[in-house]
Nanobody, 115 residues
Framework: QVQLVESGGGLVQAGGSLRLSCAAS????????MGWYRQAPGKQRELVAI???????NYADSVKGRFTISRDNAKNTVYLQMNSLKPEDTAVYYC?????????WGQGTLVTVSS
């Protein structure tokens, strides 16, 4: 089992920045993919960014150039630095941990961007 605890959400004005953190605990395997997804009201959950254990990354087109995902393997923590936030970035952001055998989700953290 893997537990994920997210932090860092909140209310920010358009153009501002936030940094999300997700700490993983439990049976952590060195080969994994961690990432961030988001779900806005009335919409499906969508990929924001993922980072593979070797630090390869992938981003949704809507956040490229504004968001940066990173990880600290020693702390089993993944971060999402969000800059130049827009009202359309408003959503619940979920942390995800994935291996061949496991797909775990955090409880979500709300990010609200006011115009």
């Amino acid at each position: 089992q893997v537990q994920l605890v997210e932090s860092g959400g909140g209310l920010v004005q358009a153009g501002g920045s936030l940094r999300l953190s997700c700490a993983a605990s439990g049976s952590i395997f060195s080969s994994n993919v961690m990432g961030w997804y988001r779900q806005a009201p009335g919409k499906q959950r969508e990929l924001v960014a993922i980072i593979i254990s070797g630090s390869s990354t992938n981003y949704a087109d809507s956040v490229k150039g504004r968001f940066t995902i990173s990880r600290d393997n020693a702390k089993n923590t993944v971060y999402l630095q969000m800059n130049s936030l827009k009202p359309e970035d408003t959503a619940v952001y979920y942390c995800n941990y994935k291996t061949k055998a496991l797909d775990a989700w955090g409880q979500g953290t709300l990010v609200t961007v006011s115009s």
